[in-house]
Nanobody, 123 residues
Framework: VQLQASGGGLVQAGGSLRLSCAVS????????IGWFRQAPGKEREFVAA????????TYTDSVKGRFTISRDNAKNTAYLQMDSLKPEDTAVYFC?????????????????WGQGTLVTVSS
């Protein structure tokens, strides 16, 4: 399984961006896509996850009400819609995949990782 993240860029505070995570294949009958981010000088942290079958989601508290994770079965793509962006959202964002139904919120729960895409929010 290969993951390709895209959609990062520079945006002003209060603005929006939509990140995409293209999944090369859906070999497994059940899997979860997660988004993580890593700010400069900080550890990578969980942002959101979605169960591909059923669409259940979970978010870290700091993005609830501002970010929305979704997926498009026909396009084999997951998305992270980010609204009301804040400077503290600045980070490299990564998408990851894990086999199974568990909405994992830690790095080691995920088996496959894409490259990161940089999001910069200016104040």
């Amino acid at each position: 399984v290969q993951l390709q993240a895209s959609g990062g860029g520079l945006v002003q505070a209060g603005g929006s961006l939509r990140l995409s995570c293209a999944v090369s294949e859906r070999t497994f009958t059940s899997f979860v896509i997660g988004w993580f981010r890593q700010a400069p000088g900080k550890e990578r942290e969980f942002v959101a996850a979605i169960r591909w079958i059923g669409g259940s989601t979970t978010y870290t508290d700091s993005v609830k009400g501002r970010f929305t994770i979704s997926r498009d079965n026909a396009k084999n793509t997951a998305y992270l819609q980010m609204d009301s962006l804040k400077p503290e959202d600045t980070a490299v964002y990564f998408c990851a995949a894990r086999v199974g139904f568990l909405l994992g919120t830690v790095e080691n729960a995920y088996d496959y990782w894409g490259q990161g895409t940089l999001v910069t929010v200016s104040s």
